[in-house]
């Protein structure tokens, strides 16, 4: 039966949005300009935190901030290149633990919900269709998605790449929270290729070089940006009994480890051979042999499970880059006492 309309939160129950919005100045721009970035829409950033975004976010800042969690929702959060899929589909398959051939019918956006998705993506023709069936009275243009996912009975699996401060501030005293942290210079290379094979509108979001693109990085000033600050927020919250803070390179050397800490955190009481089940589910060579029939964005050139290791930084960085690099991780990371693994 499709429902007429998403359940929103009501007016009285509705959070101010705890910043305003500057347009990024046209220096920032034309330096990202100078190095091989090419954007085709204006972006704005919050005051206090100079957090990027694209202007279209303008619209939904105050629907996607009030987004209403609820107690059975598991919500998984990231800066953007973390692992954020690999966790995502590790979560899905905890939570679905006897579904796991979905995974070969829908890919995770069709499983869970991308709550960004609204403003950082032009939404492909499926999400319409299904929200077109479901909430034939709703208007696109209040969010796709966030009314999607706010009409889904549950339980949810729903994902951000935005920062704590910009997510509803009743969410970590609702739900269970994730959050997956990666080092920086494997954010920056996985972002780099990620962003050349990327077009938006059909054109090239960025062309340049690796250097270039890591000179941007650094200047912490693009989309989704800072990094720092992202990784600090949730950092500051990790005593928090609701919130579960995991690293990609846990990931890679002990999932075993890191999902016996979610099955924990999660209390979804999986067994040991269930918990293998799971990490062989999401296997990098598994994801990438579903992508092949059910690609999971259409506006990347190529596959998105590029390589999935540690380390790739030193394949490409040269020995001056890596230097500038390392001062500005010394110098960030002091700030909030998060020791990165490299390899
Ligand atoms: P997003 O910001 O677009 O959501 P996200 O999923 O957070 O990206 O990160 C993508 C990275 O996770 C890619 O890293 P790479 O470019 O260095 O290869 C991707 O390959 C990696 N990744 C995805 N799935 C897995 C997996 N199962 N095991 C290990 N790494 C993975």
């Not at 950033?45 to 100079?50: A, D, E, I, M, N």
């Amino acid at each position: 039966m499709p429902q007429t309309k998403a359940a929103l939160p009501d007016a009285m129950s509705r959070h101010p949005l705890p910043v305003t919005f500057e347009e990024v100045p046209a220096e920032v721009v034309a330096r990202h300009s100078s190095r091989g970035f090419c954007y085709k829409k204006k972006m704005v950033r919050t005051v206090p935190g100079r957090f990027s975004l694209s202007e279209a976010y303008l619209k939904l800042a105050d629907a996607h901030y009030n987004f209403e969690f609820r107690s059975s929702d598991v919500v998984l959060l990231s800066y953007p290149k973390s692992g954020t899929t690999w966790a995502s589909e590790l979560l899905w398959a905890m939570m679905n633990i006897d579904h796991l051939d979905s995974m070969e019918k829908k890919n995770i956006h069709g499983r869970a919900f991308y709550l960004d998705k609204d403003f950082a993506h032009p939404i492909p023709e499926e999400d319409l269709i299904r929200f077109r069936q479901k909430l034939p009275d709703a208007k696109a243009e209040e969010g796709v998605i966030l009314q999607l996912a706010a009409a889904e009975k549950g339980p949810r699996l729903l994902w951000s790449h935005m920062p704590l401060l910009l997510l509803n501030p009743d969410m970590l005293n609702t739900c269970k929270v994730v959050y997956v942290a990666r080092n920086p210079k494997d954010v920056c290379v996985s972002a780099f290729h990620f962003i050349s094979k990327l077009r938006f509108e059909g054109l090239k979001v960025y062309q340049g070089e690796f250097s270039d693109f890591a000179e941007v990085f650094m200047d912490d000033s693009f989309m989704m940006m800072p990094y720092w600050e992202h990784i600090q927020q949730a950092w500051q919250q990790r005593d928090h009994e609701h919130l579960h803070i995991m690293f990609y390179e846990d990931m890679k050397k002990d999932l075993m480890g890191e999902l016996r800490k979610l099955n924990l955190h999660l209390m979804t009481g999986l067994t040991e051979q269930q918990l293998r089940q799971v990490s062989e589910a999401a296997s990098f060579d598994r994801l990438k042999s579903l992508e092949a029939k059910m690609p999971i964005f259409k506006a990347v050139d190529g596959s998105f499970f590029r390589k999935g290791q540690t380390g790739d930084w030193k394949n490409i960085a040269t020995s001056e880059l890596d230097i500038r690099m390392d001062r500005w991780i010394q110098e960030k990371s002091r700030m909030i006492g998060i020791t990165f693994q490299y390899s």
